[in-house]
T-cell receptor, first 116, second 110 residues
Framework: GAGVSQSPSNKVTEKGKDVELRCDPI?????LYWYRQSLGQGLEFLIY????????KSGLPSDRFSAERTGGSVSTLTIQRTQQEDSAVYLC??????????????FGPGTRLTVL | GDSVTQMEGPVTLSEEACLTI???????????LFWYVQYPGEGLQLLLK?????DKGSNKGFEATYRKETTSFHLEKGSVQVSDSAVYFC?????????FGKGTKLTVNP
C-alpha cells in the first residue's frame, strides 16, 4: 500500500514569508507526528496528533509554528514569517495508534525547506 | 526528559567486518527502543525494535538487545556489506513522539 507522502519535496522561500507543508499519512493510521531534521539539532520531535487532536504543542520551536489535522487524515504544518534558522528537513510519520510509542512509526520522505 | 546517546561517527569499515554502534538511554518509564536507518537520498526506515527488557530485535542481519540493567540497545552486525552504508539512529518512544540520538554515519568500503 501507499506510504506516508509529503509535499512539496523541496521548498525555497524568502525570509519573512509563510510556508505550508503537507503530510498524507498511511490510510487508517490514527496517530501522526511531525519532526525536524537539521544539521545542528539532529532529529527533533515537534508535535503529534491523535485523530485531529494535538494535546501538546510544547515541542513546536516558536509561536510562528502551527499544525492542524483534518478528517483524521491530512496534516499541515505552517511556519509564519520564516527565518533562516527554520531551514531544515521536515519529516512526517504516522502509526496505527498512539499506544505509548509501541506502534512502529512510518516516515515520509520529508520536505526540505530552505529560507534565504 | 528522556534522552538517547549514541556513539559519535563517522564509522568506516571494510566489507565483512563486525559492526557495533553503541546506544544508551535515560528514561523515567519503560520505553520501546528502536533503530532507524537512513540510506543515502532516502527517508528514515525502521530497522528493528524491542518493546520490553531482554527483547532482541533483528532484521537484515542486524541485532540489538534491550538491556534494562545497562540502559543500552547496542546495534550489532557480524559481517557488514557495502549496501549497509547509511546513517543509523537509535531512538526511544515517549508517550507522544520518538526521541532520537544524533545518528552515526557508517561507511563500508569494498
Amino acid at each position: 500500500g501507499a506510504g506516508v507522502s509529503q509535499s512539496p519535496s523541496n521548498k525555497v522561500t524568502e525570509k519573512g514569508k509563510d510556508v505550508e507543508l503537507r503530510c498524507d499519512p498511511i490510510s487508517g493510521h490514527t496517530a501522526l507526528y511531525w519532526y525536524r531534521q537539521s544539521l545542528g539539532q539532529g532529529l527533533e520531535f515537534l508535535i503529534y496528533f491523535q485523530g485531529n487532536s494535538a494535546p501538546d504543542k510544547s515541542g513546536l520551536p516558536s509561536d510562528r509554528f502551527s499544525a492542524e489535522r483534518t478528517g483524521g487524515s491530512v496534516s499541515t504544518l505552517t511556519i509564519q514569517r520564516t527565518q533562516q534558522e527554520d531551514s531544515a528537513v521536515y519529516l512526517c510519520a504516522s502509526s496505527l495508534r498512539l499506544a505509548g510509542g509501541v506502534d512502529t512509526q512510518y516516515f515520509g520522505p520529508g520536505t526540505r525547506l530552505t529560507v534565504l | 526528559g528522556d534522552s538517547v546517546t549514541q556513539m559519535e561517527g563517522p564509522v568506516t569499515l571494510s566489507e565483512e567486518a563486525c559492526l557495533t554502534i553503541n546506544c544508551t538511554y535515560t528514561a523515567t518509564g519503560y520505553p520501546s527502543l528502536f533503530w532507524y536507518v537512513q540510506y543515502p537520498g532516502e527517508g528514515l526506515q525502521l530497522l528493528l525494535k524491542a518493546t520490553k527488557a531482554d527483547d532482541k530485535g533483528s532484521n537484515k542481519g542486524f541485532e540489538a538487545t534491550y538491556r534494562k540493567e545497562t540502559t543500552s540497545f547496542h546495534l550489532e552486525k557480524g559481517s557488514v556489506q557495502v549496501s549497509d552504508s547509511a546513517v543509523y539512529f537509535c531512538a526511544l518512544s515517549e508517550e507522544d513522539g520518538l526521541v532520537f540520538g544524533k545518528g552515526t554515519k557508517l561507511t563500508v568500503n569494498p
